[in-house]
Every structure is written in C-alpha cells, then in structure tokens.
C-alpha cells in the first residue's frame, strides 16, 4: 500500500482540487477536512471520495467554486444554503456559524439546504468540541436512497448519519458519529478497493438477497439499517429533522440530495468551566475503569479509536489502498496534476 504523509496527501487534494476549479482557500478547506478523517482511521470517508466528487463536479451536482450564504438567521438560528459548493466546505462553514452562535448566546440551530455530500460529520461536531461547543449533526439524503427500512425489501433512505461531539477538557472531544445503516457506503467502497467481504446481514443484493460482496450493493444493491428497529427508528428521525425541519424539500436544485440540521450548546450553559471539567473527568475515568472483558484490553469512550488512529498515522504515515491510489492517479493526471511531486513514503 502506497504511504503518505498528512502534509504531502493534503497538498495533492488540494491540487485536484483546484484543477477542477475551486478556489485555493476552498480546496484547502475540503482537503483538511478529508485528510483528517484518513487520519481518524475513517478512510471510507477520506481521500477515496475525490474520484466521485470530480465526477459530481463534471455532473453539475457540485459547483466548486461555490460559496454557502446565510439566508435568513436570528441571534440563535440561521438557514444556510450551500448553493452546492463542496460539501465539506458547506459542512465547516454551518458548523461554524452554530458555533458562534452558542458560544455568544449558549444555545444555536442551523439548517443547511442545497448541500452535497459533507462525508463525516465527526469532523464538523469535533471542531466544536474543541471550541467548548456541544454539537449534534443530522443529514438524511432525500434522492438517492440506498437503506431499506426495518421490514422492507427495498431502499428508500439515505445512510442518513448522526453524530454528537462533547468537549472533553481532559483529552480529545467524545464523539459518536454513526450511520444508521448497517454499514455505510463508504465503507462498502474501502471493502471493494481491498477485495474484501463485508461482515453479514449489512447489505442484499437487487433481488433482496442477503450478500457480503461489495460489488452486489454498488449494483443495484441496498444496505440494512443498523439493530434492526432501532437504526431504523433513528434514519427516520434524521431524515425529518434534515428533511421537513431543515426546509431541504423546499429548496430544489441541482439536486435535492441532502439537507442538515445542527444543533449547538455552550458547553457551560449550567455550569461553570470547573465543575463542567471535573463532572466530564469522573464520569469517564468511572466508565474506563471498569475492567475489560475476555478479549478486550481495556474500555474505551467514544471517540478514543479516531483520537489513537490520528497519533499513529501522524507518525507512521497514511496508507492507501493500491485501488485507492490508483484512482487518485488517474484523476491527477486527466486534471494535468504532476505526482512526481508528492512523494510515497517506503513501506
């Protein structure tokens, strides 16, 4: 496997990118924001999704050099639209209003409509972690179903993400960011890139039947939705508040592949900062000290996993599928960007 430091693999991104049209401080933006979730060891979320968006980009489903705008706001709210610019710079630019907000007047919820895909939204809600913000993310995407609901035989929703960041003064934020399918795509799309099986019961095949090759959902397939009931109880929450709250449906476009709801809050809204530090400090030292089960080493919080995986691969490098390098090959060269000058470390 190709390895890649984090600086080298974010000069490359950014180089396609701007090739294919976006501006630099853009291309900067959604080139942080996908190397750093390689780094958090979520490569279905990283530098693998640069061949489809150049293709979205050639599609007319993302407008690179597009900028979000406010379209209406309050001291507490706002209604951003992403005007289809790269999702990932849509996704920075709301988070970042929510968190001005709340950290002016403690509680803030946004809504973004006209958005492409955003990928991991741990790398959103973790900014405001990391700023004393509370974050909730949602997105339910409206077009492209590609989840069956609890008890059906075809797709009709989105992987439809959720995720929660809690800052954490004694280390790195809390984080859940889940998909409420069983699996999400991205992580169907790293499975084929290494010729692997995915685990059972997370996708079917177009006839319905249950399958572990990847290439049966990237054919007409559809994924399942995470525990059954309840993972599907949960797509349907993100999908109205993202959907119906967020006011996507009203906003056609290019698409009407996605819309987001934010949540914010100031982390010492009922507190103060010491007494929020030092609740935050027992509550997770009472949880990681409960000693691990047959197999486990220890417990971990959410959030521990990315955190490790980013101080590793800090050190050690990136590794990229070959696939996956491949890919990022022959986008390189049809944009006309030299690889020469982005070294591969040894292996």
């Not at 489809?52 to 709210?77: C, F, K, L, M």
């Not at 990932?88 to 001005?100: N, P, R, S």
């Not at 709340?102 to 790398?123: D, I």
């Not at 996507?248 to 009922?270: L, Y």
């Amino acid at each position: 496997m190709p390895v890649l430091t984090k600086d080298a693999l974010e000069r490359l991104t950014r180089a396609i990118f701007e090739r294919a049209g976006a501006p630099a401080d853009l291309a900067d933006r959604v080139a942080q924001v996908l190397v750093e979730n390689n780094l958090a060891g979520h490569d279905s979320h990283g530098v693998l999704r640069i061949p489809e968006y150049i293709r979205s980009i050639h599609d007319g489903e993302i407008v690179p050099a597009a900028r979000p705008v406010v379209i209406s706001e309050t001291d507490t709210t706002a209604l951003v639209t992403g005007n289809w610019a790269l999702g990932q710079v849509t996704g920075a630019f709301a988070a970042d209003l929510a968190i001005a907000k709340a950290k002016q007047h403690k509680v803030a919820a946004v809504s973004v409509v006209q958005a492409a895909h955003t990928g991991r939204l741990a790398a959103f809600t973790d900014r405001a972690a990391r700023q004393g913000v509370v974050m909730f993310m949602a997105i339910g995407t409206v077009d492209r179903p590609m989840t069956a609901p609890y008890g059906g035989a075809a797709a009709v929703l989105g992987t439809n993400p959720i995720a929660f960041s809690i800052p954490n003064p004694g280390g790195a934020p809390v984080t859940l960011d889940i998909a409420t399918s069983a699996i999400a795509a991205g992580k169907v799309k790293v499975a084929k890139a290494r010729h692997e099986l995915l685990p059972p019961d997370v996708i079917c095949d177009r006839d319905g039947k249950p399958s572990r090759d990847p290439s049966a959902f990237l054919d007409g397939g559809f994924l399942l939705p995470f525990g059954g009931h309840k993972g599907y109880a949960l797509a349907v929450i993100a999908e109205l508040l993202s959907g119906p709250l967020a006011g996507a449906d009203a906003f056609p476009g290019v698409t009407k592949r996605s819309g987001i709801f934010i949540f914010a809050v100031e982390a010492t809204v009922f507190r103060p900062f010491e007494e929020y530090a030092k609740a935050m400090a027992a509550t997770l030292d009472r949880i990681k000290s409960v000693p691990p089960a047959p197999g486990f080493e220890e417990v971990l919080v959410p959030g521990e996993p990315e955190h490790r995986a980013r101080q590793q691969r800090l050190e050690a490098g990136i590794r990229l599928p070959a696939d996956t390098w491949g890919a990022l090959s022959d986008v390189a060269g049809t944009l006309g960007v030299d690889m020469k000058g982005f070294p591969v470390l040894p292996d």
